[in-house]
């Protein structure tokens, strides 16, 4: 049981809006605490998405971007592609843990 | 270029330990926390603990405290993790990772080493 929960799961079409929800709660995310996103390609070591929320490292496309609100986050990624499917992680602070803590996971398919 | 390379595959016994390294390069090594994270075979990752290479400060999550030890070498820029008492259970992928920010440990984490395989059977 991860304290930040993510779907296990979510599809769209190529070309279309997916998003994926990072629910967490009042001493993580809703601390203040910022939110990390990584894609883990399979077979592969985990690659830094989006930092601090909503910034994207150089080399990522602009069609993944991230917000944040409350006690939860929201990767979304446009323009859907076939190369998109991948395993997407979260990631922020727990104050009452002193911990680093991880979603779940959630698995991108592009149908 | 930055980068972060572990040592090979391990296979040990119930009950063993590991040590795994993680030699840094393309950075000042004291500048950045390292994040040790796992992945158990078709799970999720875990995040295990930090070191911070300047002070040799470390943090570990409460499920590892008592059996995990992280060290480092400064004169070589590598990072250590050691983890004692192993179980069927301990068998996963462990990552070394570097904070994003310099000097934070409650960070993202931007470069990754390749993954080492620890196999308890």
């Known amino acids: 049981h991860s304290v930040l929960r993510q779907p296990p799961s979510v599809s769209g079409a190529p070309g279309q809006r997916v998003t994926i929800s990072c629910t967490g709660g009042?001493?993580?995310?809703?601390?203040?605490?910022?939110v990390h996103w990584y894609q883990q390609l399979p077979g592969t070591v985990p690659k830094l998405l989006i930092f601090?929320?909503?910034n994207r490292p150089s080399g990522v496309p602009d069609r993944f971007s991230g917000s944040k609100s409350g006690t939860s986050a929201s990767l979304a990624i446009t323009g859907l592609q076939a190369d998109d499917e991948a395993d997407y992680y979260c990631?922020?602070?727990?104050?009452?843990?002193?911990?680093?803590?991880f979603g779940g996971g959630t698995k991108v398919t592009a149908l | 270029q930055v980068h972060l390379v572990q040592s090979g595959a391990e296979v040990k016994k119930p009950g063993a330990s590991v040590k795994v390294s993680c030699k840094a390069s393309?950075?000042?090594?004291?500048?950045?926390?390292i994040h040790w994270v796992r992945q158990a075979p078709g799970q999720g990752l875990e995040w295990m603990g930090w070191?911070?290479?300047?002070?040799?400060?470390?943090n570990s999550a409460q499920q590892f405290y008592g059996r995990v030890t992280m060290t480092r070498d400064s004169s070589i820029s590598t990072v250590y993790m050691e983890l004692y008492r192993l179980i069927s259970e301990d068998t996963a992928v462990y990552f070394c990772?570097?904070?994003?920010?310099?000097?934070?440990?409650?960070?993202?984490?931007?470069?990754w080493g390749q993954g080492t395989t620890v196999t308890v059977s």
């Open positions: 990631q922020s602070y727990d104050s009452s843990l002193s911990a680093v803590v």
């Open positions: 070191i911070n290479p300047n002070s040799g400060g470390t």
């Open positions: 009042s001493s993580n995310i809703g601390a203040g605490y910022d």
């Open positions: 601090d929320n909503n």
């Open positions: 990772a570097r904070g994003v920010v310099p000097g934070a440990s409650a960070e993202g984490m931007d470069v």
């Open positions: 393309g950075y000042t090594f004291t500048d950045y926390y």
